[in-house]
Nanobody, 120 residues
Framework: QVQLVESGGGLVQAGGSLRLSCAAS????????MGWYRQAPGKQRELVAR???????NYADSVKGRFTISRDNAKNTVYLQMNSLKPEDTAAYYC??????????????WGQGTQVTVSS
């Protein structure tokens, strides 16, 4: 089993910035995909950004140019730098890790979530 612990959420004014962190309980060097999802009240969970083990990234159109995902393999941590925040970015943000065979920890893992609230 792999544990993911998010931190860094909070309340910020529109136009501000936050950096979310996701610390994993094991090495992330070989984890195929790590990403951030968000879920606003009454809405489905959606992909925000994802990064592969090779460093490739993809973003939701709504956050392109404002958010940056990165990974620090030495610290077993993935980050989401969020700039120019908007009220519509308000949501619970969840870290996700997808581990595929032959890794013995193969599976789909989620953190407990961290709340981001952007005031107008």
């Amino acid at each position: 089993q792999v544990q993911l612990v998010e931190s860094g959420g909070g309340l910020v004014q529109a136009g501000g910035s936050l950096r979310l962190s996701c610390a994993a309980s094991r090495s992330i060097f070989s984890i195929n995909y790590m990403g951030w999802y968000r879920q606003a009240p009454g809405k489905q969970r959606e992909l925000v950004a994802r990064i592969t083990s090779g460093g490739g990234t993809n973003y939701a159109d709504s956050v392109k140019g404002r958010f940056t995902i990165s990974r620090d393999n030495a610290k077993n941590t993935v980050y989401l730098q969020m700039n120019s925040l908007k009220p519509e970015d308000t949501a619970a943000y969840y870290c996700n890790a997808v581990i595929t065979p032959p890794d013995s920890d193969r599976g789909d893992y989620w953190g407990q979530g961290t709340q981001v609230t952007v005031s107008s």
